[in-house]
């Protein structure tokens, strides 16, 4: 699966039949299923999270670099280094819009990684107390 859309579509369609669950559901197999799914997808959604957060450093570094030749052109130019350092976050203002859209976009996608990474827990959490229930429910019809 290549297409980052299909797989926030897919990670959010389980999100959803997870949560659309009875409060009485057993399907442990079903569960344990869905789990690897959701696992599996967030490998793929890592990825381009990483690709995100590489974009938005160089980003940054590019706002910096911009940012510091202007200010070393104007301290050239005989300007005064508040009114260079200035001069040059002015002209660097292009760069730094980038980066801050880069920015919103990694935290964004960091905080849907990060939620997901909770219902992952949560199903990891039903299906061990499932399993428990089904343990326990073996041992006293032994009795």
């Given at each position: 699966m290549t297409n980052f859309d299909e797989v926030v579509d897919e990670i959010n369609s389980i999100v959803d039949w997870y949560r659309n669950l009875g409060m009485d559901y057993t399907g442990i197999n079903d569960l344990m299923y869905?789990?690897?799914?959701?696992v599996t997808l967030l490998s793929y959604y890592a990825t381009e999270l990483g690709d995100?957060?590489?974009?938005?450093?160089?980003?940054?570094?590019?706002?910096?670099?911009?940012?510091?030749?202007?200010?070393k052109k104007y301290l050239d130019?005989?300007?005064?280094?508040?009114?260079a350092s200035e001069l040059g976050k002015f002209y660097s203002v292009n760069e730094y819009v980038d980066e801050k859209r880069w920015?919103?976009?990694?935290?964004?996608m960091r905080l849907f990684y990060d939620n997901?990474?909770?219902?992952?827990d949560a199903m990891n959490q039903h299906i061990s107390n499932l399993k428990r229930e089904e343990q326990?429910?073996?041992n006293t019809n032994q009795v």
């Open positions: 869905q789990r690897i799914q959701l995100c957060r590489i974009q938005w450093k160089n980003a940054e570094a590019q706002t910096e670099k911009v940012k510091r030749e202007n200010t130019a005989g300007f005064p280094m508040s009114k920015d919103g976009l990694y935290n964004s997901t990474t909770s219902i992952i326990f429910q073996k």
